[in-house]
């Protein structure tokens, strides 16, 4: 078995998606528009509000056990052109601030312009707010714009309404989140957008909340898990990253683990996209108990600081998700008519398989920073306890499939795409480097990119798991391989994949096409890859995958590597035209043309993320 790291388990995060109605033919107005390690115990711990990552044993695989307006250039990637949106009246573009190149086909990790410019939502009446305005008005035009986020969340709400939130500083969004929309299509969603997309600095709308900017679910007075809710380019940032229980974006269900409730009670079809999080104290993004959640094109950067508190969190979180019963597919959940739009948020039709996506995120230096308990999470990205285990309490073993993809997932203190305890879960075309880099992290391994503890105990799901295209890079050079209560700082290797003497926890050799490379020596023993397996799971094939294989980035940690709490030198992800990555990966009829450039980082680009 391969659990890595040794976590206090908690209980509920949730992610909030909200929807976002900005789009060509949006109305003006009210109306209108067209348009593992078993040997640990996991203990459970709640927090007042929110909830936190679960985890396992630290023993690894090879030890023996309104108005528009320019958006500012900071915070996105460079790359789009601007362009004009047509939602209620505002527009916007950015002059270098968008992140893709001007095609589906070219995308990059983090806020995207282009996908802020041709929403795949639908405005049927659109409503206003802006920090001047008054919660006494109808809120129906500019003139007449709400003060506060929360006060458009009414039983007024349904499919194709579009709130339009106007830049500025907004001290709260919505910790009650009651009120969604009604059906998975362009015009079923209740959109929250901001008029200027989300940068970490300059304009846009900056919400400063430490106490869960969105919340749903148990820990709200309604108790309310509402639907189909997009949020769309803001900036949930604040300056107290240690705030304790503070997720930017959270739904969470009663009872986690070890209990009954197996089927979600709400909060689905929630989509989170080209936003910028950061400074909150358990999480950036928080998702529990449901599915259907899209968490696409943000930036998620400096969040689960919050210290030695018994219950820990990441940048991006999905844990325990639960299957809406009896639940049909609309054709827009897999992209059947192949919308771009659709395209753009990672959704690849025209048969999309996958119930739950993270996928174009700029995700790092989400850290723990707890020194006394030992770190335990702090992931870039983690898929937490999704099947029952015995690493785990948990009662639910998740039928449906979830897509990690296109994501760029750097220095974070945990690791930088975590799967633990769960399975049928697709880790494709990622770009992880120097990942698992907390101090107090208590691991006999520290990957970029890893499965642990993933099959059942009565075998679900084993072997479900699948890693293809993906970039792995860790640097255990120079680093102390002392066991100080089981801390090995030079213990970083690129893949870990786990197994329980039994089963696998992962597919990572057919098709492969994976690329693992280290800066000096691990503690640790691995296979001659340099990465790490368990029995029964075969070596890492260096023919399935390039081992030991530097992929060439144009510029990333030229002068340092960076920390935990600290970005590289140089952060530019793009491939050099020398790179062993372009052109070696494998297309799947889920990922974009751009997938057999292997990484998160299309070839055609010259910057990235």
Not at 302 to 319: D, E, L
Not at 585 to 595: D, I, K
Request: charged share 10%; with cysteine.
């Amino acid at each position: 078995m391969n659990a890595l790291y040794a976590r206090c388990y908690l209980h509920a995060l949730a992610m909030v998606l909200v929807a976002v109605c900005i789009g060509p033919g949006c109305g003006s107005g009210g109306s209108g528009g067209a348009p593992d390690g078993g040997a640990g115990a996991s203990s459970s711990g709640v927090g007042a509000m929110g909830g936190a990552d679960s985890g396992g044993a630290s023993s690894g695989a090879t030890s023996s056990g309104g108005s528009g307006g320019n958006a500012s250039s900071s915070g996105a990637s460079s790359g789009d052109s601007g362009g004009t949106t047509s939602s209620g009246g505002s527009s916007g573009g950015s002059s270098s601030g968008g992140n893709d190149g001007g095609s589906a086909a070219i995308q990059k990790p983090g806020p995207s312009a282009q996908l802020f410019n041709n929403p795949y939502y639908q405005c049927l009446r659109n409503f206003y707010v802006s920090p001047t305005g008054d919660d006494s008005k109808d809120g129906t035009t500019p003139a007449t714009a709400w003060e506060t986020i929360a006060n458009a969340d009414t039983s007024d709400r349904q499919g194709g309404d579009c709130i339009n939130v106007a830049p500025g500083t907004y001290p709260h969004f919505n910790d009650n989140m009651t009120y969604g929309g009604s059906t998975a299509s362009s015009t079923g969603y209740v959109v929250y957008r901001c008029t200027t997309p989300a940068f970490i600095a300059g304009s846009g709308c900056v919400v400063t909340d430490t106490n869960d900017a969105v919340r749903a679910g148990m820990y709200t007075t309604s108790a309310a898990y509402p639907n189909y809710l997009v949020f769309d380019g803001f900036n949930f940032v604040t300056t107290d990253a240690t705030v304790e229980n503070d997720v930017a974006i959270t739904c969470a269900g009663p009872g986690t683990f070890g209990t009954t409730q197996t089927t979600s009670l709400g909060c689905h079809h929630w989509w989170i996209i080209d936003n910028v999080i950061s400074g909150h104290g358990q999480g950036g993004v928080g998702m529990n108990d449901t599915e259907f959640v899209y968490t696409v094109h943000n930036t998620v950067t400096q969040n689960a600081h919050m210290g030695c508190v018994g219950y820990y969190g990441s940048g991006i979180s999905y844990v325990v998700a639960k299957p809406v019963s009896g639940y049909t597919k609309t054709a827009d959940d897999t992209n059947a008519n192949d919308n771009p739009a659709l395209d753009l948020m990672g959704v690849q039709g025209p048969d999309f398989p996958f119930n739950d996506v993270i996928a174009w995120n700029d995700v790092s230096n989400n850290y723990q920073g707890c020194s006394t308990l030992g770190a335990t999470d702090g992931n870039g990205i983690i898929i937490d306890t999704f099947n029952i285990t015995k690493c785990n309490a948990n009662m639910v073993d998740y039928p449906n499939s979830t897509l990690v993809a296109f994501n760029v997932s750097n220095n974070n203190g945990g690791g930088g795409v975590h799967v633990f305890a769960s399975v049928h879960v697709t880790v494709a075309n990622n770009s992880a480097y120097y990942d698992s880099t907390d101090p107090a992290q208590q691991a006999w391994e520290r990957p970029g990119i890893d499965a642990n503890c993933g099959a059942g105990t009565n075998g679900f799901g084993a072997g479900t798991n699948l890693y293809v295209n993906n970039i792995a890079y860790a640097i255990p050079s120079g680093q102390s391989c002392a066991a100080d209560a089981g801390i090995y700082l030079g213990a970083q290797i690129p893949f870990s994949i786990g197994g329980d003497g039994t089963h696998l926890d992962a597919v990572f050799n057919s098709p492969g096409r994976n690329i693992s490379y280290a800066i000096g020596t691990p503690c640790h023993a691995t296979d001659s890859s340099g990465n790490a397996t368990s029995a029964p799971n075969p070596a890492w094939s260096c023919t399935a995958n390039s081992c030991n294989t530097d992929p060439q980035w144009v510029d990333v940690g030229s002068t340092s590597h960076g920390s935990d709490q600290t970005p590289p030198n140089g952060a530019n992800f793009a491939l050099k035209s020398t790179s062993p990555a372009i052109g070696a990966g494998v297309s799947e009829p889920y990922l974009p043309a751009s997938s057999v450039d292997i990484g998160a980082c299309s070839s055609a680009l010259t910057t990235c993320p």
